[in-house]
């Protein structure tokens, strides 16, 4: 919307300038000129300096909004049909999720435990395979490496990073809307750490598993605040150790190769070059 209104006013004070400009009209009647009247004069200059800073305004819009489409290293797509939307595309290594929630709800059936989403990927899940730990590595720190919020390290098998403060709400909101959750649900905490003042809040939440190179049960969790009492508490870790047992493990990491690589944002960034381009030239 704030580019729209930006545009709208530009075109305004560029109309405004121009209509204002009749020395320049009257000057060139003065001189003789190939404008046989003043409203065809007006029409044609005003005509083409329109066209060129309409060009250079619509171009650095859709720059601006290929940039702004990949604030997030992930961008929608799909898992089993077009349009499902139940995946999510990491743009730096073309390595398509499945999103939170798709293999693990807050039933909490058999055929979501860990082992049973396993052997079930040549059936159920055919064309998805289990993500490695290197894979669900880079992922994690490609969404949550380079906050204004440091990633802890305390334990050598776990990573983690708590904003109290609600800084990085927007996006873990983002995150989430994109790659999907697992579950809404009603948590509690203890924010001062004293003793009876706990408080609860209902939070968004996604988990999932994967197995370590040496063989571990590695977790991905993240929790994001939806409402109460005034918590803005998103957390998120990056297990490699896991210790909760395998038979009591829910939800997998699968991850699959892009079959065709999402064109929108370097579609949108190539129109905007050409635009600018266009305008450029004309100005010569």
């Known amino acids: 919307m704030l580019m729209f209104i930006v545009f709208g006013a530009y075109i305004f004070f560029d109309t405004l300038?121009?209509?204002?400009?009749?020395?320049?009209?009257?000057?060139?009647?003065?001189?003789?000129?190939?404008?046989?009247?003043?409203?065809?004069y007006f029409t044609k200059k005003w005509s083409f300096r329109m066209f060129k800073k309409i060009a250079k305004c619509v171009a650095l819009i859709t720059v601006f909004s290929a940039a702004t489409a990949q604030a997030l290293p992930i961008v929608q797509a799909d898992a089993f049909s077009s349009?499902?939307?139940?995946?999510?595309?990491?743009?730096?290594?073309?390595?398509?999720?499945?999103?939170?929630?798709?293999?693990?709800?807050?039933?909490?059936?058999?055929?979501?435990?860990?082992?049973?989403?396993?052997?079930?990927?040549?059936?159920?899940?055919?064309?998805?395979?289990?993500?490695?730990?290197?894979?669900?590595?880079?992922?994690?720190?490609?969404?949550?490496?380079?906050?204004?919020?440091p990633v802890s390290n305390t334990n050598p098998h776990e990573y983690n990073l708590e904003d109290w403060d609600g800084l990085l709400l927007p996006h873990f909101q983002d995150i989430a809307d994109v790659f999907g959750y697992t579950w809404d649900g009603l948590a509690y905490i203890n924010p001062t750490g004293q003793e009876g003042t706990s408080v609860?809040?209902?939070?968004?939440?996604?988990?999932?598993?994967?197995?370590?190179a040496g063989g571990n049960l590695g977790s991905f969790k993240l929790f994001t605040p939806l409402s109460g009492a005034g918590v803005n508490l998103s957390?998120?870790?990056?297990?490699?150790?896991?210790?909760?047992?395998?038979?009591?493990?829910?939800?997998?990491?699968l991850v699959k190769d892009a079959s065709v690589p999402e064109p929108s944002a370097f579609i949108l960034l190539s129109l905007g070059l050409l635009g600018l381009g266009i305008g450029r030239r004309a100005t010569r």
Request: include cysteine; aromatic fraction near 12%; charged fraction near 15%.
């Open 17 to 40: 300038a121009n209509l204002l400009d009749c020395s320049d009209i009257l000057q060139t009647l003065l001189r003789g000129s190939l404008y046989t009247t003043p409203l065809d």
């Open 200 to 212: 609860e809040y209902i939070n968004r939440s996604a988990m999932a598993h994967f197995y370590t």
């Open 235 to 253: 957390h998120t870790t990056l297990n490699t150790n896991d210790l909760v047992p395998l038979e009591f493990a829910y939800g997998a990491m």
């Open 83 to 149: 349009g499902d939307n139940k995946a999510a595309l990491e743009t730096s290594t073309g390595l398509v999720w499945m999103d939170f929630g798709v293999n693990l709800n807050q039933n909490f059936t058999s055929e979501m435990l860990f082992t049973n989403i396993v052997n079930n990927l040549s059936t159920t899940y055919k064309g998805w395979r289990l993500a490695s730990e290197a894979e669900v590595t880079h992922l994690w720190f490609s969404l949550f490496g380079s906050q204004v919020i």
